[in-house]
């Protein structure tokens, strides 16, 4: 299979190694078709299953935690680790529902601020690139989102063939486009085209092609493809954030362009995006994906945050 071409379909998964994962599919679907309090219960239960059965992911969100606050005292940091865990099993649920649930199952269920940057960019003829960050809450955003505009994201593929095939096919059925990460020239085409495409720089993909730059005063090797695509794709670049509220509601927040970027300078650019997202995370820390290793690349003759894999 290409590396740029999406998910397909196989004899193959008919295989004993496969019905696993056909049993948690179906273990997806018949959840979706719960009211959404239901889904949020199951979705705690998971994270506390996940506190207790996967230690290498939560000794993770206490390094980041304890990196990125170490204003709070060890107490607080304990309960947003446990928050963190817990939103990790709720977004398995809120996903479930917005892959598989019925179409307008969160219509009535959302909020959404800043349309307007994205119908500017537009009416000017250019493309918007929504810059946002693997909040746990990302499959019910983009549903909501597709409620009001054509959405386009861009997504790595799942190292399980099946399990990648059946997530693709049901963003498909409200994205306008799924773009693999890195099919750069499909994304640039789309921006091009005046289309508005969803973009998360906030993970660790080693030193090539990233600069270091502070995340929560932490040097953090930060990608250098905000400037690079939004210049390539001739697109304004929009902060955009989702977040879950207390009363079970989604909110949408899409900002205002950005004045001056790219500015020609990697390091000033890059910590200017990780300015952006820090401030994204604080509004709502706990449903920050903080279980990856934001920190495992460091500069020159740093020692490491992680426990090394055996």
Known sequence: MDKHSPPEFHSSFYRPRFWPTWMLLAFFRI??????????????????LFYYLAPSRRRIAQTNIGLCFPELDAKAQHKMVRDVIRNCGISI???AMSLWGQKDKLRDRHTVEGLEHIAAAKAAGRGALLVGC???????????????????????????????????????????SAIVYSDTRQLIKKLRQGEAVWYAPDQDYGKDQSVFAPFFGIPAATVLGTARIAQLGRAVVLPYAHYREDNGHYRLVFGAPLENFPSGDDVEDATRI???????VRVKPEQYLWVHRRFKTRPAGEPGFYKKKR
Do not use: Q
């Open 93 to 95: 649920m809120e996903s």
């Open 31 to 48: 959840c979706a078709l719960l009211p959404v309090p239901v889904n949020f219960a199951i979705g705690r239960f998971i994270g506390l």
């Open 134 to 176: 693997h909040f746990t809450t990302m499959d019910p955003a983009g549903r909501v989102y597709a409620y009001h505009a054509d959405a386009h994201m861009l997504y790595r593929k799942d190292p399980n063939p099946l399990l990648a095939y059946e997530l693709i096919k049901a963003r498909e059925k409200y994205l306008t």
């Open 274 to 280: 990780n300015k952006i997202i820090e401030d994204m």
